[in-house]
């Protein structure tokens, strides 16, 4: 498929990109969202006009899910600041989905930035979040890191409380495991449970998943493209410039690095007997793990969005979904995160 095959699919057909329901009490979004994390963070200095070109590109092909967070404006309120100029013509249109959980004061230590779920701290965030938004409502606020000192009862009521005021509309969690999903959803119903979620990084499968029907919640994957290694753009990592977190990721090393591309080979030989690319053909793969599923591909790119966005037009079958397990049966080699930082479930 040529890149120009690529942008008229995505105009042809993304227009009519399916909505999902996330979760049991009623928010709906497109199949594919967009996450905005890599327009401000960890993966090369940010580009605002292009973020904010890509955006609205976005809500013209169909995309209603859009992600920030804190975090990824290290305290700034940058990266919320970008989303809302580029959503102010059509946020009511649209679900936003920030989230809270870090202390951007404190120091970061060896296991990355200290984390703050406090109730005053959640509401300091909220206040802060709907302002660089420039929104009086969030859709989705979720609690980025599950916060071992602060009981999960106390942030569900927290933003539960945040629901009731109409700054708020629905819970969310981010890598959380099924005890904290269970006792969250016991104090308010959390909607969406966001963690990271793809074909080279499946560990939810075992045990997050089922929780997460069992209670009726919904699902957004993140880094659904392996951080961008299943887009096949990929290099060593000492290629990468430091401030790109693909110069340490582990799945990017010596070792590592060869099997994961040579996997990504072998799908796109898989992807190319479809008529789409390696990058439709792993956001395919995720949609058809269930209907509850909205992944949040991270681009900075008109044309890959178009090209991320027509993914949900593929279908794949039976024998497509076997091939996928026979050559990635366990996910990528190497871990997605240091173990100083891995959350754990």
């Not at 296991?111 to 109730?119: E, I, T, W």
Request: glycine share 10%; hydrophobic share 40%; aromatic share 6%.
């Amino acid at each position: 498929m040529t890149q120009q095959d690529t942008d008229q699919q995505g105009t042809d057909q993304s227009r009519n990109l399916p909505k999902r329901e996330l979760g049991t009490q009623g928010l709906e979004a497109g199949a594919i969202g967009l996450g905005t994390m890599g327009m401000t963070m960890a993966y090369g200095a940010g580009d605002e006009p292009g973020g904010i070109a890509t955006i609205r590109r976005a809500y013209e092909l169909g995309v209603t899910l859009f992600d920030t967070a804190e975090l990824y404006g290290m305290g700034t309120g940058s990266n919320e600041q970008l989303l809302g100029r580029a959503v102010k013509d059509f946020r009511d249109d649209i679900v936003i989905a920030t989230k809270f959980g870090f202390d951007m004061d404190a120091p970061q230590n060896a296991a990355g930035m200290a984390l703050n779920s406090r109730p005053d701290h959640i509401r300091e965030v909220t206040e802060n979040s709907l302002r660089h938004l420039g929104t009086d409502y969030i859709d989705v606020l979720y609690q980025h890191r599950v916060d071992p000192d602060v009981p999960i009862e106390d942030v569900a009521g927290t933003v539960g409380e945040l629901i009731a005021e109409g700054k708020v509309r629905y819970l969310g969690l981010s890598e959380a495991g099924p005890d904290i999903l269970r006792r969250a959803h016991a104090v308010h119903p959390v909607s969406v449970l966001q963690t990271e979620y793809s074909v080279f990084e499946r560990a939810v499968e075992a045990e997050v998943l089922p929780v997460v029907r069992e209670l009726g919640i919904g699902f957004v994957p993140y880094s659904p493209l392996g951080r961008g290694f299943l887009t096949g753009a990929v290099k060593p990592a000492a290629e990468y410039p430091q401030d790109d977190m693909r110069s340490w990721d582990d799945r990017w090393q010596p070792g590592n690095y060869e099997k994961n591309l040579a996997a990504i080979r072998e799908l796109t030989a898989l992807a190319d007997t479809k008529g789409i690319t390696a990058t439709q053909l792993a956001l395919a793969w995720l949609l058809a793990q269930g209907d509850d599923i909205v992944p949040i591909p991270g681009t900075r790119s008109p044309q890959r969005l178009a090209e991320n966005v027509a993914a949900a037009q593929a279908t794949l079958t039976p024998q497509d979904l076997a091939r996928v397990q026979e050559i990635l049966p366990r996910g990528a080699a190497g871990s997605r995160y240091p173990e100083a930082i891995m959350p754990s479930w």
